[in-house]
């Protein structure tokens, strides 16, 4: 099993909707967690870092559930420029990242 | 503030030849991080230095990869000789010693081996 699972998706939805993406992962220790967005053929870049309590930018929603080991992304009202892959990624502790293979998202006209 | 860059941005080679990939972190940030993506799978860790101290070389694949950071400043990635198995893009990471622990990621280079 891998340490942290994403629905490789793709997920195909109109300008407009709201999607969101969930991951697991198998380390109880982890401490910290991020979702990064990445363009076809370019560097990951951060988008968010999720905290316990939640936490929003614009129209991004991120939660956290410590207990059942799961992180989730929501996005609302999407946009074409949103179309991208995001990935997981959860620090194990000494900035010792892993990160999942990613859910790939396109939005459509 | 200038990103991470990463030198060269492609690099085709033969099976057996050596490459040497270079990573200039942002200023200031003392961790620095090597990984690879091979074709269809997730982006895999390979080592973590903080300065010119490997933090981590775990992920490393085997002995034909060697890392460097002298200095604690750019650091360098030598694959000699490269197989198949190593294409992939390798791409580098820096984030500061403390809080936030936010990785920044340079463009990756883009390594062919044929």
């Known amino acids: 099993r891998k340490e942290v699972e994403q629905d490789p998706g793709p997920f195909n939805v109109p300008e407009g909707a709201t999607v969101a993406f969930n991951c697991t992962y198998s380390n109880s220790a982890s401490q910290s967690f991020f979702w990064y967005r990445q363009d076809c053929r370019k560097e990951p870049k951060l988008l968010m870092s999720?905290?316990?309590s939640g936490n929003e930018d614009g129209r991004f929603t991120a939660q956290l559930n410590r207990a059942s080991q799961y992180i989730s992304l929501l996005i609302r009202d999407s946009k074409l420029s949103d179309s991208a892959t995001y990935l997981c990624?959860?620090?194990?502790?000494?900035?010792?990242?892993?990160f999942g293979a990613g859910t790939r998202l396109t939005v459509k006209p | 503030e200038a990103g991470v860059t990463q030198f060269p941005s492609h690099s085709v080679i033969e099976k057996g030849q050596t490459v040497t990939l270079r990573c200039d972190p942002i200023s200031g940030h003392d961790n620095l991080y090597w990984y690879r993506r091979v074709m269809g799978k997730e982006i895999k860790f390979l080592l973590h230095f903080v300065k010119e101290s490997k933090q981590d070389e775990s992920g490393m694949p085997n002995n034909r990869f060697l890392a460097e950071r002298t200095g604690g400043t750019y650091s360098t990635l030598k694959v000699q000789p490269a197989e198949l198995e190593d294409s992939g893009v390798y791409f580098c990471a820096s984030s500061r010693v403390r809080e936030p622990y936010e990785q920044y990621f340079g463009p990756g280079t883009r390594l062919t081996v044929t």
């Open positions: 990624v959860v620090n194990r502790g000494n900035n010792d990242m892993r």
């Open positions: 999720v905290y316990s």
